[in-house]
């Protein structure tokens, strides 16, 4: 069956370092990869979405790579800040312009300490 | 400015009781969906609608009901016959087209009392 895996563990790291986030996924072929960040007891935002034949995108401290061999997504957040703590989800997209139904992972909490 | 508006914030149910969660768009998106979101597991797809008066089964329809009456608008109703209702419902809309993020709502943390 589709599966989605993130970093189980939190994440913990010193302000200013780059913060990498992984999300693996098996028997399943996205044609998009996107990623959340949601806050407790707050709906999900999406910051980035990745296209299959994309190997990477940025937007401002946010960079994610797309490795569809590996089944593999990073994560990175540049110059980190307390400010970027928060849990972070992936989500695959596999019939865009169809119906459009994504697969969740669990999502890895980030804390960035001061 | 758009969004998604969901309504109440917290609701408390008694058993047996049907409740039903609001759900409102002004992003002027065809596509909508219901989430249930427990401790330690992923975002569980409800219901989801492509177009007004529409709408199809998610992973756990059961013991749920929607409308799509307008475009706007996506009411789930909890009902009794959900065994275990207590949990965090996120709505959600996006463009019908490829290629589009989700915008989610605040969400409503549902209790039964």
């Known amino acids: 069956s589709q599966k989605i895996e993130q970093n189980s563990e939190a994440l913990n790291i010193q302000e200013g370092k780059t913060a990498t986030l992984t999300c693996n996924y098996t028997?399943?072929?996205?044609?998009?990869l996107q990623w959340y960040r949601q806050d407790p007891g707050r709906g999900p935002v999406f910051l980035l979405l990745?296209?299959?034949n994309e190997k990477e995108k940025r937007k401002e401290r946010l960079k994610v790579t797309f490795d569809t061999t590996l089944k593999q997504s990073l994560f990175h957040i540049t110059a980190s800040q307390p400010a970027d703590s928060a849990t972070y989800l992936c989500?695959?997209?596999?019939?865009?312009?169809?119906?459009?139904?994504?697969?969740w992972g669990l999502g890895t909490s980030l804390a960035v300490n001061p | 400015d758009g969004g998604i508006t969901q309504s109440p914030k917290y609701l408390f149910r008694k058993e047996g009781q049907n409740v039903t969660l609001s759900c409102e768009q002004n992003l002027n998106h065809d596509a909508m969906y219901w989430y249930r979101q427990d401790p330690g597991q992923g975002l569980r797809l409800i219901y989801y609608s492509q177009i007004v008066n529409d709408f199809q089964k998610g992973d756990i329809a059961e013991g749920y009901s929607v409308s799509r009456e307008k475009k706007e608008s996506f009411p789930l109703t909890v009902t009794s016959a959900q065994k275990n209702p207590t949990a965090f419902y996120l709505c959600?809309?996006?463009?019908?087209?490829?290629?589009?993020?989700?915008?989610f709502g605040s969400g409503t943390r549902l209790t039964v009392v």
């Open positions: 959600a809309s996006t463009d019908s087209g490829p290629a589009y993020g989700y915008t």
């Open positions: 028997n399943y072929s996205p044609a998009y």
């Open positions: 989500a695959l997209d596999g019939d865009a312009g169809n119906n459009r139904k994504l697969i």
């Open positions: 990745i296209r299959e």
